[in-house]
């Protein structure tokens, strides 16, 4: 497809892990991104992969990338109700590195 | 170190007029990227400028041009305003990383 998708919404509870789903569209797409964004604020970098890579572990955060199913996951260990928001799924499009593609975004609920 | 600006942070305009954005890019980064966030979607690309010169261009059309000033701040210009340029316009900077470091959005309606 063109569009990277994602699932809109995910709600867990309040410790659970979380696991946010996306299909990217290249699979030649040299980095793949997590951004996540607040109400009302730009967006912040979580997390990125190379390519080349097919896991990544930053602290509660892990990054799974299946290039052969053009599929990226992220999964947030013990997720807090400050971890509320929305994540964006980004990928870097081989044949112009100035665009970025991003997902439309999944709306993480946490309840305590 | 001072991150990404954006102004103004919220404008209301009708059809048919321009508006103007200004986004001042973190400290020593020389590129800045636009994009346009319509309510419920993620960011689509308009353009990329690198050292005052366009460095590439998503899928948007001639009314929408951009400007980068030699202390690298940019601006978003947007003619003859549709009410579909309704959206959230997001600037982000990069240094030589890649990596981007967004603010917080300059919110147009048009009417």
């Known amino acids: 497809g063109e569009d990277v998708e994602q699932s809109l919404f995910l709600s867990v509870r309040e410790g659970d892990s979380s696991v946010i789903n996306c299909t990217y569209t290249?699979?030649?797409?040299?980095?793949l991104y997590w951004y996540k964004q607040e109400p009302g604020a730009g967006l912040q970098l979580l997390t990125y992969i190379f390519s080349n890579m097919d896991m990544k572990q930053d602290q509660r955060l892990t990054v799974l990338l299946n290039k052969k199913d053009k599929h990226l996951s992220l999964r947030i260990a013990d997720t807090q109700t400050g971890d509320s928001a929305i994540y964006f799924c980004a990928e870097t499009l081989p044949y112009n590195n100035n665009d970025m593609r991003f997902g439309a975004g999944t709306r993480l609920t946490v309840k305590p | 170190e001072t991150g990404v600006t954006q102004s103004p942070t919220h404008l209301i305009k009708t059809r048919g007029q321009q508006v103007t954005l200004r986004c001042s890019s973190q400290s020593g980064h020389n590129t800045v990227s636009w994009y346009q966030q319509a309510l419920g979607q993620g960011p689509q690309f308009i353009f990329q400028?690198?050292?005052?010169?366009?460095?590439g261009r998503g899928n948007f059309p001639p009314r929408f041009s951009g400007l980068q000033f030699p202390n690298y701040s940019s601006e978003l210009n947007v003619n003859a305003l549709e009410l579909d340029d309704s959206a959230l316009y997001l600037c982000a900077s990069s240094g030589g990383t890649g990596e981007l470091f967004f603010g917080e959005g300059s919110r147009l309606t048009v009417l």
């Open positions: 400028y690198y050292r005052e010169e366009e460095n």
């Open positions: 290249d699979s030649s797409s040299t980095y």
